[in-house]
């Protein structure tokens, strides 16, 4: 059974010029309270943001693997986010990890072709201003999705 990445159930839009991402769980928007957010959106222009929360919201089967927390589409751009709340301990690879899982089964079960523009993004709140490894971090990620990898506590809508 193919998996709707655009079930209405979990979907949330703004066009706020700043706000959150929290992972309550499911994830979804915060416009007060920025010292819980997991991630800040950065959005100058307002354009219309669309949240759809995946991680526990979404049907997808457990032996589908781990799933990232959401995704947010605006204009051609489509981007997967993962937030995490830890200070040690692998989480930047498990979290590409999960945003490779995701990607895999958005691909094989939704329409990528309006999306021009291809992300996924790390925020981790205990470690808002890590560095993930090297380039080859990056490079596998991007040669295994398509996607671009952003690790930041800040997503800046462009």
Partial sequence: MAIDFFAAKCKAATTEKIFGIYDVPPAELRFDNAHVWHLWVDNPGGV???????????????????????????????????????????????????????????????????FKRLYGHIANKQRPNFKAGNKTFYQEFEDKTGFILRVSEILKIE
């Fill in 48 to 114: 219309e943001i669309t949240l759809r929360a995946v991680d526990h919201c979404l049907d997808i089967p457990r032996a589908e693997g781990e799933r990232c927390e959401a995704m947010i589409t605006y204009n051609n751009v489509l981007v997967f986010i993962e937030l995490k709340d830890r200070d040690g301990g692998r989480w930047a690879g498990k979290s590409r990890d999960q945003l490779i899982n995701t990607i895999t089964l958005f691909k094989r079960d939704a329409d990528i072709t309006p």
